[in-house]
């Protein structure tokens, strides 16, 4: 079955520093992969998905993603991080083919809190 | 303004209660989707559904109900049967289909008296 590894439960950066948030998938097909981000107490926002269309993905807030085949991966970065940032962040999949009216359900990680420091 | 509807935000349950969640669309969305997010678990689906008057069970159904009379509307029931029902619930919606994206409601806490 399909799953989803979120690298790292909690990740604290300073103001202005690099984000990096890890995401790695186990399908042997890449996956539809998205990221989300929800603030407290909030529902989830998507952030940016993989289509196959172009391997970095731009997305809101000055995220981008790398789709990385070779590693299975899909990393989350932003070059500046900013105190509106603190968040927790979730990466999902979902397959290219789904069976029983399962398609187009997610996969989500366990999340990433993002502490930023001013 | 086109979104999806949660109700109530906060809800208490009674030890024997059942509860009920109220989701309502208004995206013209076919599929439909319950989660229950705990601390450090991520989002498990509980049931979903692609068409009205359709659903599945996902991957912690046991305790919970659904119907999915109107399109726009996918209520969630905790019956007495749930345990531990203490979590934040999200419903979300769809085009439907692989790759479809995902839009989420404001979430639903809930607790236990």
């Known amino acids: 079955a399909q799953s989803v590894t979120q690298l790292g439960s909690h990740v604290s950066v300073s103001e202005g520093a690099l984000v990096l948030l890890r995401c790695n998938y186990s399908?042997?097909?890449?996956?539809?992969l998205f990221w989300y981000v929800q603030y407290p107490n909030q529902g989830l926002q998507l952030l940016l998905k993989?289509?196959?269309?172009?391997?970095l993905v731009k997305g809101i807030n000055g995220f981008e993603a790398e789709f990385k085949k070779s590693e299975t991966s899909f990393h989350l970065t932003k070059p500046s991080a900013h105190m509106s940032d603190a968040a927790e962040y979730f990466c999902?999949?979902?397959?290219?083919?789904?069976?029983?009216?399962?398609?187009?359900?997610?996969?989500f990680g366990k999340g990433t809190k993002l502490s930023v420091k001013p | 303004d086109g979104g999806i509807t949660q109700s109530p935000k906060y809800l208490f349950r009674k030890e024997g209660q059942n509860v009920t969640l109220s989701c309502e669309q208004n995206?013209?969305?076919?599929?439909m989707y319950w989660y229950r997010q705990d601390p450090g678990q991520g989002l498990r689906l509980i049931y979903y559904?692609?068409?009205?008057?359709?659903?599945q069970k996902g991957d912690i159904a046991e305790g919970y109900s659904v119907s999915r009379e109107k399109k726009e509307s996918f209520p969630l029931t905790v019956t007495s049967a749930q345990k531990n029902p203490t979590a934040f619930y999200l419903c979300?919606?769809?085009?439907?289909?692989?790759?479809?994206?995902?839009?989420f409601g404001a979430g639903t806490r809930l607790s236990v008296l």
């Open positions: 979300a919606s769809s085009i439907g289909g692989s790759g479809s994206i995902q839009y």
């Open positions: 399908s042997s097909v890449p996956p539809y």
């Open positions: 993989y289509t196959s269309a172009a391997t």
């Open positions: 999902a999949v979902s397959d290219r083919v789904g069976y029983g009216g399962s398609q187009g359900n997610l996969i």
């Open positions: 995206l013209n969305h076919d599929a």
């Open positions: 559904s692609q068409i009205v008057n359709d659903f």
